[in-house]
């Protein structure tokens, strides 16, 4: 409905807007008290340490054993969005064809950069990268979805993927992350498209376990690819949004706006303008995004009252 896109757009617009200043806000914070951020967090999720640990107990083999981590788990906290999780069929599905999805997912994002690499006479050395204590993450997103019993929920935070060796300048590493993430968003577009048609035969009597792999797999693409993609081009420091941003603006504001409008219109608000559709799950997103920012300035705040507080004490002293 041309009335829904318009309304979609200008949503689009004021997120672009609203995420710029708290992203910048938050970055610069985070790098003038990283080592405090870090010692704190540490402290107080002492998982993080065993998260750690566990992974180099394996050696050399710790970066097969974190990615392999992520992709289990990912596709066991991805199946619990489901709220007929247990012990059946239904949940078996699920669970391989997020793990699927994953692995399918960041084959296509490293091919992109592959490609990039090759095009730009790049090494293509490369090894598996994933961050496991990222999980928690994932695992506050699952359980916000299932508390808000939004469908069909939010899946973030799973960091995985293959690192190349040798790194690019900062217009050429936005470049690339600018490749990988169109790919990304493509793949995610044409699995709903399939997904369509894919469902229908899934929910027709006598359909068998093949058909619902296939369509877990399909929405498990779309997922971890749209709602993932949204995330990661949140121009933080330690997401793939903060290399585009610094490569080009322009470009950053595009691809976010992209990546936002098609997840307004497939998901969030996809109603005709005549017809009534429930909006939680919009509010809910756009709740999100505003509670961003709310704790960006927040944890800005809290430091600058920190460093003045440190200041008085040292000119006492």
Known sequence: APLTAVVNALVVLA????????????NRTYDENHEVIQTWWERQVPLLHRLRSAVHSFGSLR????FAMVIVVGAVLGALLDPGFGGNARTI????????????VMSIEATASAVYRRVQHEPLRWHLHALPSALIVTALGVLISRLLDFQPGYLYGLIGGVAFVGALDRRRSGHETAVASVAALVTAVVA???????????????????????????AAIFITG????LISLIPLRFL?????????????????????FALLEIMLRPQSAASHVDGAPFWTTLGLFVAFGAASVAFWTFFRLRHSEAQAARRHS
């Open 63 to 66: 970066r097969t054993a974190a």
């Open 226 to 229: 749209l709602v993932g993609l």
């Open 15 to 26: 997120l672009v807007l609203l995420i710029t200043f708290p992203a910048h806000l938050f």
């Open 93 to 104: 599905a699920l669970v391989i064809g997020f793990a699927l999805a994953l692995l399918f």
């Open 240 to 260: 793939p949004g903060e290399r585009i941003l610094s490569w080009h603006r322009g470009a950053w504001a595009v691809m976010f706006g992209v990546t936002a």
């Open 192 to 218: 709903w498209l399939i997904w369509v048609p894919v469902t229908s035969v899934a929910s027709s009597a006598g359909a068998g376990f093949g058909w619902a792999l296939l369509q877990d797999f399909l």
